[in-house]
Nanobody, 118 residues
Framework: VQLAESGGGLVHPGGSLRLSCTTP????????ANWYRQAPGKERELVAS????????NYVDAVKGRFTMSRDDDKGTLYLQMNSLKPEDTAVYYC????????????WGQGTQVTVAP
């Protein structure tokens, strides 16, 4: 599974960005979809996740109420709408698709840089 993120860039505090993550073809509904981020000097953290079949969406506390994740399986695309951005949101953002049945496999994109600065 090949994934490619886009939509990153430089934005002022309070601004918005929408990240996209595309894969050729459609997305298997049984895969869990994730957005992670990694800031300089920090470990990669899970930002948002949509369960298989889209039953539930979860967010890390730091982005609740500001970020919205969605998935369009037919179009093979994940989205992360980011509003009210803060400097602490600066990071490389990665999408992933995870097969949670044995054997577990997680497919990653190459990442897209998001920088929030005055």
């Amino acid at each position: 599974v090949q994934l490619a993120e886009s939509g990153g860039g430089l934005v002022h505090p309070g601004g918005s960005l929408r990240l996209s993550c595309t894969t050729p073809g459609s997305i298997d509904v049984k895969l869990v979809a994730n957005w992670y981020r990694q800031a300089p000097g920090k470990e990669r953290e899970l930002v948002a996740s949509i369960s298989s079949f889209g039953h539930s969406t979860n967010y890390v506390d730091a982005v609740k109420g500001r970020f919205t994740m969605s998935r369009d399986d037919d179009k093979g695309t994940l989205y992360l709408q980011m509003n009210s951005l803060k400097p602490e949101d600066t990071a490389v953002y990665y999408c992933s698709l995870k097969k949670i049945t044995w054997p577990e496999v997680e497919y990653w994109g190459q990442g897209t840089q998001v920088t929030v600065a005055p």
